[in-house]
């Protein structure tokens, strides 16, 4: 079944550009049906979209961070990427990457999970 | 559209009904209302979608209800494996989470 890892560095320094990637297996980057997304989760507190993205490459982000995120597809590796610029320390939370469905904002619930990864913003 | 969860701890015994709210700032459709679970150490878990509809495998003590702006997640019989958060979810245009509910042993 399809499963999602997250990989990259867990510590950041301030000012720089967070960088993680998400790896998928027993699927297809390329399906027709996913939508690929970004959600993070700072340390005892709720959880926040950051953004989604298509195969095709069309993004949908947080108006809150859309001046500072990009989220990019790499199909030959079967991976999607998120990059968050100018970091402070309120970017440090689990980031998790996640899969919704296509057809319309009702099939946009998240029904697959990768296991996160903690990202510390620190000089 | 902001979520606000209520209460943010609820404390029960195993085999009690545990009936959870999410209120939204504004009307949302019940299509764009999900629920999910998450354990400490875990990613979250889809347990609800379109307001009451049960994802694959998630048992029939977890239901679902609610429209406009007020929702509700019940769950009828604790089970030791059912304390952990619960988030909701409307994602519609700009999606946004309620801050959690904390299900702890009383």
């Known amino acids: 079944q399809l499963q999602l890892q997250e990989s990259g560095p867990g510590l950041v320094k301030p000012s720089e550009t967070l960088s993680l990637a998400c790896t998928v297996s027993?699927?297809?980057?390329?399906?027709?049906?996913?939508?690929w997304v970004w959600v993070r989760q700072p340390p005892g507190k709720g959880l926040e979209w950051i953004g989604s993205i298509y195969y095709t490459g069309a993004t949908y982000y947080n108006p809150s961070l859309k001046s500072r995120v990009t989220i990019s597809v790499d199909t030959s590796k079967n991976q999607f990427s998120l990059k968050l610029n100018s970091v402070t320390a309120a970017d440090t939370a689990v980031y998790y990457c996640?899969?919704?469905?296509?057809?319309?904002?009702?099939?946009?619930?998240?029904?697959?999970w990768g296991t996160g990864t903690t990202v510390a913003v620190s000089s | 559209i902001v979520l606000t969860q209520s209460p943010g701890t609820l404390s029960l015994s195993p085999g009690e009904r545990a009936t959870l709210s999410c209120r939204a700032s504004e009307t949302v459709n019940s299509n764009y209302l999900a629920w999910y679970q998450q354990k400490p150490g875990q990613a979250p878990r889809l347990l609800i979608y379109r307001t009451s509809s049960r994802a694959t495998g998630i048992p029939d003590r977890f239901s679902g209800s609610g429209s406009g702006s007020d929702f509700t997640l019940t769950i009828s019989r604790l089970e030791p494996e059912d304390f952990a958060v619960y988030h909701c979810h409307q994602h519609g245009t700009f999606r946004t989470f309620g801050q959690g509910t904390k299900v702890e042993v009383k």
């Open positions: 027993g699927g297809s980057l390329s399906s027709s049906s996913d939508y």
């Open positions: 996640a899969r919704h469905g296509t057809g319309g904002y009702s099939f946009y619930y998240m029904d697959v």
